[in-house]
């Protein structure tokens, strides 16, 4: 079994190729950061590296063929996992770094897609999953462009999904809450139920495994978040002014 992950050279892109490696997979490591990138292959039974800015569908098309060449075939599985995400203010906004974060987490979904789905509908099997988050159900303050950027990947997903049930390939998307990752280090903030970026590759893992649908982790959050997706508008947005006054309080 083969697999390719994008933003594979750190955080839940390098645990989650740790574990499809324990786990027998051939995997194709994609990346903006060589060094990094050569050094976690080196680490693992069989992998291949390739460099790739996954925001240029060309640079992701070439990066899967050669991948494809050098395991000896195409890719059971697929996982848009390269994100950012920094804070965003819409009393300061800044269109570039908003345009940025939707760039990587969107388009480059959009790209891996298009460059193996193809194939998967011709072998007539396959797995596509995206790394999208809680933080997509809804609009929070401060995190505009990702959690909109998140929703996006949601709601592509889920239609894909349904898409192409008839051709044999599943669609996974997945919702973490907060991981340690390099990205999570910068909060200045409280982040509940934080998880190392071992145990949710593990989840991830079994999920995928599975063929579920949706993946959501941690489970306390999980429902927390969807429970906060049916409130209604004005005391959704009390409870979130509320919590960016705390927010701001302890910071």
Known sequence: MRAIITGASSGIGLALA?????????????????????????????????????????????????????LGGPFDLAVANAGIGYPTHAAKFDAEAAAEIIRVNVIGTINLFAAVVPTMIERRRGRFAGVASLAGHRGVPTASAYSSSKAAMQAFLEASRIELAPHGVGVTIVNPGFIVTAMTARNRFRMPFLMNADRAARIIADGLERGKRVIEFPRPMSVATRFMRQLPDALYDAIMTRGAQVKKTKT
Do not use: F, I, M, P
């Open 18 to 70: 740790q574990e499809l490696d324990r786990r027998g997979w051939e995997l194709a490591l994609l990346a903006r950061r060589t060094e990094l990138l050569t050094d976690a292959v080196t680490k693992l039974k069989r992998a291949t590296a390739v460099t790739c800015d996954v925001t240029s569908a060309s640079a992701v098309a070439d990066a899967v063929r050669r991948a494809e060449a050098e």
